[in-house]
């Protein structure tokens, strides 16, 4: 231990990363310059360490990186897929990097164009009439949604709604939303196909129904067959649909939530849009709304008249700001990238071969692991662990066998109405190649289950941390390293 620690600990004392010329200007007092109440009493404990040094510990610690452009990363839910670097090439050009949000509005009509150009492309996919774009990731475009929810109900008068309607699939964030904004959640069960039991629905819907919140294709990775139907149902009763856009990346080009019957909604633009994650940079989650909800929407909307391009803050019934400025403008500029070199043509592809890719490996998949929900999947689907938890293997010891073999594991215990639950989502991104290694590592790791299941109970072995107790590191995470002396 002792020696890690000496291995760890790169400072040496007077060791230093720069070579400067001597200063050539006279030395001033900064106590005179400053005040000496505001002057350090002390050096700051700053690691004295060589250029080499700073160099090696970071480009060491970038290797022990997993990424989506290193390794396959099947995290369902989550759309994993490429990022291709033109989007950050665009991001990059000075004339988005330069500008600053205080600026006056003539001298970011380039900004706002590009603003304005987005709400429409991202209109057209979704099927909503005006979308926002202040929300810095999913779960703060739902909340933002429901505050859209709530002001109309509350502006109709009719403000005494106040249960939100989610389904047992849903993402954990679903209800989470709802309870900020202060609604009583009610969950409704899945049918045996996966999807809302609309009867099921039907006994919960009331007048006190302020909507439904639903991703689609749901978590399973289905569709939602009965949405018309269940639209009607919501509708009936004055609720409002709200559609968790995490799962876009099925349905392109092909069906729209606007379509479908859903008034409000969120896009992951750094799932769907092919930006980095939050880890990777920060996240984007806009919010779209249909014609009646347009007046709650944050403030401000970029609007155009006489060819100019101007912010309007002349919104009484918004419900104010959601985030600082515009939102994550950056990340919009990379999905707008993304968007414009795919076309509709390439973004319709892309669900197809999204939806392909997770077909095809289900197909191979489902011989060794159990498959509850047995028929055509979206752009991902769920297995279940169950035959091999007969050997003591649960899904968490296959997903973390996996990582010994370079793969990122799926998404594990989600969702939560499977038991065992190893949430596998492909992306459009990966080739044959890579699916059939990553099939035949799972049959392998299906029979290791069965032959000799000790061997996955402590892996990863390959990895440069080996199983870690996830409960305490969650309860009492140690963010930073401590020289214990
Ligand atoms: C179905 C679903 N809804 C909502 C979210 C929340 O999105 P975000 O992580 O962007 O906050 C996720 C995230 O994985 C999700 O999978």
């Keep these: 231990m002792k020696d890690r620690k000496l291995i760890f600990e790169l400072s040496r004392e007077g060791r230093r990363g720069y070579s400067l010329p001597k200063c050539d200007v006279p030395e001033r007092d900064l106590g005179e310059l400053l005040g000496e109440d505001i002057l350090r009493k002390e050096d700051p404990r700053l690691p004295e360490v060589s250029e080499l040094d700073v160099i090696r510990h970071y480009t ?4 022990l990186n997993y990424s989506v452009d290193t390794q396959f990363y099947p995290l369902g839910s989550c759309t ?3 990022n291709p670097k033109i989007n950050e090439d665009v991001a990059k050009l000075e ?18 164009e590009l603003l304005y150009n987005m709400e429409t492309l991202l209109s057209e996919i979704t099927g909503m009439s005006r979308i926002s774009f202040q929300p810095a990731a999913g779960a703060h475009g739902e909340l ?28 954990g964030t679903n209800p989470a939303s709802a309870m900020m904004v202060g609604y009583d959640v009610v969950e409704v069960q899945s049918d045996e196909r996966g999807c809302v039991d609309i009867e099921a629905l039907k006994d919960v819907v009331d007048e006190d129904v302020a909507g439904l919140m639903l991703t689609n294709p749901n978590t399973l990775g289905l569709f939602e067959e009965n949405i018309i139907q269940i639209s009607e149902i919501i509708h009936g009763v004055g609720g409002l649909l709200y559609y968790d856009g995490a799962n876009l990346n099925a349905i392109m080009g092909m069906a729209r939530p606007g379509d479908m019957g ?23 989650g806009p919010v779209g709304v249909k014609e009646d909800l ?11 008249k006489d060819n100019k391009y101007y912010f309007d803050y002349d919104r009484p019934l918004s419900i104010g700001k959601v985030k600082t400025f515009y939102g994550n403008f950056n990340v919009i500029v990379k999905a707008y990238a993304y968007i414009l070199s795919m076309g509709a043509e390439g973004l319709k592809a892309v669900s197809q071969n999204a939806v392909l890719n997770a077909n095809y490996l289900m197909t191979m998949l489902k011989e060794y692991y159990d498959l509850p929900y047995d028929r055509y999947c979206m752009h991902e689907f769920v297995l279940s662990a169950k035959k091999q938890k007969n050997f003591d293997v649960s899904a968490m010891d296959i997903a973390k066998g996996l990582i010994d073999y370079g793969f990122h594991p ?9 038991k065992e639950a190893l949430m596998i989502e492909p992306t459009e991104t990966e080739s044959k190649e890579t699916l059939d290694i990553f099939a035949r590592v799972m049959a392998k790791l299906s029979k290791i289950a069965e032959e000799a299941p000790h061997k996955l109970k402590d892996s990863p072995h390959r990895a440069p941390m080996r199983r870690l107790d996830e409960t305490r590191a969650a309860r009492y995470p140690i963010l930073r390293w401590e020289n214990e002396g």
Excluded: W
């Excluded at 949000?101 to 380039?110: L, R």
């Excluded at 799926?410 to 499977?418: A, E, N, Q, S």
């Design 60 to 63: 060491n610690l970038s290797q």
């Design 80 to 82: 994993m897929k490429y």
């Design 95 to 112: 004339g988005f990097t330069d500008v600053h949000p205080y600026q006056s509005e003539e001298t970011v009509q380039g900004c706002l």
């Design 144 to 171: 933002t949604g429901l505050m859209i929810i709530k002001a109309y109900h509350e502006n109709r008068g009719e403000g005494h709604r106040h249960k939100i309607i989610v389904p047992d699939s849903a993402h």
């Design 262 to 284: 859903f008034d409000v909604m969120h896009l992951n633009i750094h799932k769907t849009f092919s930006t980095p994650h939050g880890g990777g940079g920060p996240g984007s």
């Design 294 to 304: 347009i007046p709650f929407l944050p403030v401000p909307m970029v609007e155009k």
């Design 410 to 418: 799926p998404t594990v215990y989600f969702p939560m109405i499977v």
